[in-house]
């Protein structure tokens, strides 16, 4: 089955600096690509996805990067703000395997003010 | 209005008991999911329904076992509860077909003592 590796673990920037994370799928049939913020004791929520015929996609100061090839995808926030302080889930998803989403461990991301 | 919403919020047992979790969305998906989130975080899908029809049944223990009355509605039952059914559990739904964005649930916090 689809295997997400998500790095780094933990990730501490101070308030301006730039932040990523990236995520390794191994299932090469994984089409959909969705990140999701969680914040201390709320459920997960969208914050952008990517879907496997689109290389980058860009919503203000976050954007997503996909190489297909190498099979990885990678989040960015820049000019990060104290309100971006959360934990951040990658997902593979394919379509055939009932849309089911296989999250990489998480990264705890801090931003300092 | 409240997209995916489950009940309890927090349910806490003895173990050897048996609990039930509910979940409810009024988005009109045809797909919903259980996902179980443990102490560290990681999210890991238990189970999918589709149109009410079973398509996705994780590694779960038979103690966990789950229904859908209708397209709206996914139940989570488990019996004979122990000490490492302890975790959140989210309910969650998508719009089936083309892939979309999985909504989740506020979550469900079971503790077993």
């Known amino acids: 089955g689809e295997n997400v590796e998500q790095h780094p673990s933990t990730l501490s920037v101070q308030e301006g600096d730039s932040a990523v994370i990236k995520c390794t799928y191994s299932d090469s049939a994984s089409n959909y690509f969705p990140w999701y913020k969680q914040e201390l004791g709320k459920r997960p929520q969208l914050i952008i996805d990517?879907?496997?015929?689109?290389g980058e996609k860009k919503d203000q100061r976050i954007a997503v990067t996909l190489n297909k090839t190498a099979k990885h995808f990678s989040l960015h926030i820049t000019e990060t703000q104290p309100e971006d302080s959360a934990v951040y889930f990658c997902a593979a998803s394919i379509k055939a395997a009932g849309n089911k989403l296989t999250f990489g461990g998480g990264t705890r991301v801090l931003v300092k003010p | 209005d409240t997209a995916v919403s489950q009940t309890p919020k927090y349910l806490v047992t003895q173990m050897g008991n048996d609990k039930s979790i509910k979940c409810e969305q009024n988005l009109g998906h045809d797909t919903m999911y259980w996902y179980k989130q443990d102490s560290k975080k990681f999210l890991k899908i238990m189970f999918s329904?589709?149109?009410?029809?079973?398509?996705i049944n994780e590694t779960v223990p038979n103690r966990f076992s789950p229904k859908s009355p209708d397209k709206a509605h996914l139940n989570l039952h488990i019996n004979s509860l122990e000490l490492g059914d302890s975790a959140v559990y989210f309910c969650a739904s998508s719009q089936g077909g083309y892939i979309t964005e999985a909504f989740f649930g506020q979550g469900t916090r079971l503790t077993v003592v």
């Open positions: 329904y589709n149109n009410k029809e079973l398509i």
């Open positions: 990517i879907r496997s015929n689109v």
